[in-house]
């Protein structure tokens, strides 16, 4: 059962544009919704989290915006750069522990 | 080390044999969890321990599966009479504990490939 719907599969942005993926979950009782960054090769890695008491939160380049009513969130990475171009996965939890559960993944690459 | 460390980085095996996947955590770290990534997809929690116990194994797909942490740093995770269908990344995570919304960092996987 997929719990995390992630959209779209993959996206393509020009350098220096903004890219956008979104995320979609159904369990309520999840609290706790981190992006990860995944190069090939490599195990992914923490991008950013947000709990669902803000509606916003920015870190350097990279925004998730919350919204808890729709149970939707999303990763924005303003200025994009070809260094970016990696795979995304959100996720969320809210169980015992911290167990993942993650969407399928965005391909980004962008474009110099 | 500096992070989560698994070994091998590959393993070709062949059906019907039995294989073992090791994860050494992050010094400290007392939550260790294991998933599977198959290709294209996110990855799937199979199990999680806290300290030696496993503290949630509902994500293992059947009782080919088994993983042990004795004395609650490294892991291992053992198939046994492999399958195709096995053939994936397994990931090894580990926080400083397995408080909820506690950062988890993941090491670089075993490439399982079952032929």
């Known amino acids: 059962q997929q719990q995390v719907k992630q959209s779209p599969q993959s996206l393509i942005v020009q350098k220096g544009g903004i890219s956008i993926i979104n995320c979609a979950y159904e369990?309520?009782?999840?609290?706790?919704f981190p992006w990860y960054q995944q190069f090939p090769g490599k195990g992914p890695a923490l991008l950013i989290a947000?709990?669902?008491?803000?509606s916003e939160k920015k870190e350097g380049r990279f925004t998730i915006s919350f919204n808890k009513s729709a149970k939707q969130f999303s990763l924005h990475i303003m200025d994009s750069q070809p260094g970016d171009s990696a795979t995304y996965f959100c996720a969320a939890s809210g169980e015992y522990g911290n167990k993942l559960v993650f969407g399928a993944g965005t391909i980004l690459r962008v474009k110099s | 080390g500096a992070g989560v460390s698994q070994t091998p980085s590959n393993k070709v095996t062949e059906k019907g044999k039995y294989v073992e996947l090791r994860c050494d955590p992050i010094?400290?770290?007392?939550?260790l969890y294991w998933y599977r990534q198959s290709l294209g997809q996110g990855p799937e929690f199979l199990i999680y321990f806290q300290g030696t116990g496993a503290a949630d194994d509902s994500g293992l797909p059947n009782d080919r599966f088994f993983a042990v942490r004795p004395e609650g740093s490294v892991s291992t995770l053992k198939i046994q009479r492999t399958e195709r269908g096995d053939s994936a990344v397994y990931l090894c995570a580990s926080s400083v504990q397995g408080a909820r919304r506690t950062e988890a960092f993941f090491g670089q996987g075993t490439r399982l490939t079952v032929v």
């Open positions: 369990n309520t009782a999840f609290d706790y």
């Open positions: 010094s400290g770290h007392t939550a």
């Open positions: 947000i709990r669902p008491d803000v």
